[in-house]
């Protein structure tokens, strides 16, 4: 009963993992993005993870000649996986508005993140791409040397 119990915890915070990975990678959720740059993009590994490890004797009944290694080896890759794509995430992982920003010099991602934590509505201003493109703008102003 305590198997099955955690089987079930490893499949919920599997598919949470899944769903909140798909949700920031699509733009359903960009909130995430301030406050952990690149936490988020080892979700879908280690989601995937979890799930498989829930059928880890499910798996040892359909292939029992595969021995313990395989499914370890599989388990090692998901968090080789999901701990490269968090510390080192490949540019094609990341959707395109983060792109752009991070494009940016530095200043533009912390006067952003600033400005977010002052209470600036962020949410409009990422969500289309002009809308980005104007607040970047809003920043390469503020920062730009004045002219006398």
Aim: proline share 6%; aromatic share 14%.
């Amino acid at each position: 009963m305590g198997n099955t119990i955690l089987n079930i915890i490893f499949q919920i915070a599997g598919i949470f993992f899944i769903a909140s990975g798909l949700a920031g990678h699509i733009g359903l959720w960009k909130g995430w993005y301030w406050l952990s740059r690149h936490l988020i993009y080892g979700y879908i590994p280690f989601g995937v993870l979890l799930i498989l490890a829930s059928f880890d004797a499910q798996f040892h009944l359909l292939l029992p000649a595969a021995d313990d290694w395989v499914p370890t080896a599989i388990y090692s890759v998901l968090f080789v996986l999901g701990v490269g794509a968090t510390i080192w995430p490949p540019q094609w992982l990341k959707p395109a508005w983060i792109r752009e920003i991070e494009a940016q010099p530095r200043y533009v991602y912390r006067t952003m993140v600033h400005q977010i934590n002052a209470g600036v509505k962020w949410r409009d201003k990422v969500n289309k791409p002009r809308g980005l493109e104007t607040w970047m703008r809003e920043i390469h102003r503020q920062h730009s040397p004045k002219k006398k």
